[in-house]
């Protein structure tokens, strides 16, 4: 059971890439996971490895298995670690997601997703708007805005998009308009200025997100095709009938490991071209913000073991920090979904994400409500739940079905298969039979031959001695004459 006020932390391990599956016998695998841990080996030398085990709220394996399990979906994800919150949010609460990860760990995927696995936002702007059909007079806006080098920008102003889809004028240098961050009441820090559109629909807001990701800062590096040079965060905002506030933020931090593989000149060696420099400065950026909501964290964590010592905790200290810092200690549910890689080439990048998650899991925030349920909604919830028991308990009706199906089926072609094998037995045990009565056959045949060989010979000797006893009684006789 997750604990109410806790963050709750899960971590995602990719499948092996192709390439790394060529060296896997040589490099060795880095992490195992077992149930809710997850073991993290480096391997010193052939006789010598170093391993820690780090446990969590949720570890999903999303490996090949040898054993035959299946490896975890989007879909696994998000019914144990967000599904809950999106209910939560339309009760009232802030609710924040954040993804983290080195480049190329699937976090994207984890988020966007596949046609056959939907990705976990559109699942929670689904469900969302299913739960506040019982809703009426909530109405919802969406955003969406990135952190770009420490600048809060908005994704949503057409400026933003013709300046990163390069449809400006030639020669024409667009000024970007930089938002500033103002404290709300109930949402807490935000960016003020932003364009919030009014949406009634979830295909509308994956419309918005998606729109807002195309003007996302992306370069290529060698660890993915389309790197984020940003922190991203899509926020849906509820406003209640009677004028209370919620929202659900989807905040997608900036693939860690910028500053080593992935900013390096052209050659390997340090930056030399113009936007090689850029890349770094960015990488740099985003390390920086990391780093800073790490010892938030840090600071956070030692508070909640002695709450009678003040700690200074360094939100202002960078655009991220003080965005999250709802998310992250404040008045919000927040679920930390870390991705890290399996592979042993990527050690280094997977033990910082397991710290900075385990950082994460240390943290206590105080999420409150001012929204009361009323009676028509506590009837809808109840009449929700009782149609879900009803479709659980049917499908668990239906699986037993075909379960004892399957078991009679079974048992029919093991008798089956018994019967086959015990006629295949007496078959077998006639052939034997008339096989040796055959042989009886022969045998007996073979010495009555052998008698009636024995007795042809016998009378011919017998005849043979009677025919020379008789010759020589007639020399007797013919020498007494004589």
């Not at 709802?326 to 890290?340: D, L, M, P, R």
């Amino acid at each position: 059971m997750l604990s109410k006020n806790a963050v709750h932390v899960a971590i995602r391990v990719r499948p092996f890439k192709e390439a790394e599956l060529a060296s896997l016998e040589e490099a060795g695998q880095t992490v195992d996971v077992d149930g809710n841990t997850i073991t993290l080996t480096q391997r010193m030398n052939e006789a010598h490895e170093v391993s820690k085990t780090y446990a969590f709220d949720r570890c999903y394996n999303s490996m090949d298995h040898d054993e035959g399990l299946s490896p975890a979906t989007n879909e696994d994800v998000y019914r144990d670690m967000i599904a809950p919150s999106v209910q939560d949010v339309c009760d009232g609460y802030n609710v924040n997601v954040l993804m983290y990860g080195q480049t190329g760990t699937g976090k994207t995927h984890t988020v966007l997703g596949t046609d056959e696995d939907a990705g976990v936002i559109a699942r929670a702007c689904s469900d969302l708007f299913k739960h506040l059909e019982i809703r009426p007079g909530t109405k919802v806006t969406a955003s969406n805005i990135e952190i770009y080098n420490e600048q809060v920008i908005d994704l949503l102003d057409p400026k933003v998009l013709a300046e990163r889809r390069g449809s400006h004028k030639a020669g024409a240098k667009t000024e970007l308009t930089k938002l500033r961050v103002r404290e709300h009441p109930e949402l807490g820090p935000f960016a003020d200025g932003k364009i919030e559109i009014p949406i009634t629909t979830a295909a509308e807001a994956m419309e918005i997100f998606t729109r807002g990701s195309a003007a996302r800062s992306t370069c290529a590096t060698p660890l993915a095709p389309a790197s984020s040079r940003s922190h991203g965060q899509f926020t849906l905002t509820l406003t209640h009938p009677k004028g209370n506030m919620s929202c659900l933020s989807l905040v997608d931090l900036g693939g860690t490991g910028q500053g080593d593989g992935a900013v390096k000149g052209v050659d390997g060696g340090s930056p030399k071209k113009k936007g090689d420099a850029k890349l770094l400065a960015e990488g740099a950026a985003i390390n920086k913000s990391l780093a800073t909501l790490g010892m938030v964290m840090e600071a956070l964590a030692k508070q909640s073991k002695d709450k009678s010592k003040k700690v200074h905790i360094p939100y202002r200290d960078s655009s991220l920090t003080w965005l999250l810092k709802s998310a992250v200690g404040g008045n919000s549910k927040t679920v930390f979904i870390a991705c890290v890689s399996p592979f042993s080439g990527h050690y280094v990048e997977s033990a910082s994400t397991l710290r900075y998650a385990e950082r994460a899991s240390a943290i206590v925030n105080t999420a409150t409500t001012k929204l009361k349920k009323t009676k028509a909604v506590l009837e809808a919830e109840a009449e929700a739940a009782r149609v879900a028991e009803e479709e659980a308990a049917a499908i668990a009706a239906e699986e037993a079905e075909e379960e004892a199906a399957l078991e009679a089926r079974a048992a029919e072609l093991q008798a089956r298969a018994a019967a086959k094998r015990e006629e295949r037995e007496e078959k077998k045990q006639a052939e034997l039979q008339l096989k040796a009565e055959e042989e009886a056959q022969i045998q007996a045949q073979k010495e009555a031959e052998e008698k009636a060989q024995r007795e042809v010979e016998e009378a011919a000797r017998v005849a043979a001695e009677r025919e020379a006893a008789a010759r020589l009684e007639e020399e007797v006789k013919a020498k007494a004459e004589a």
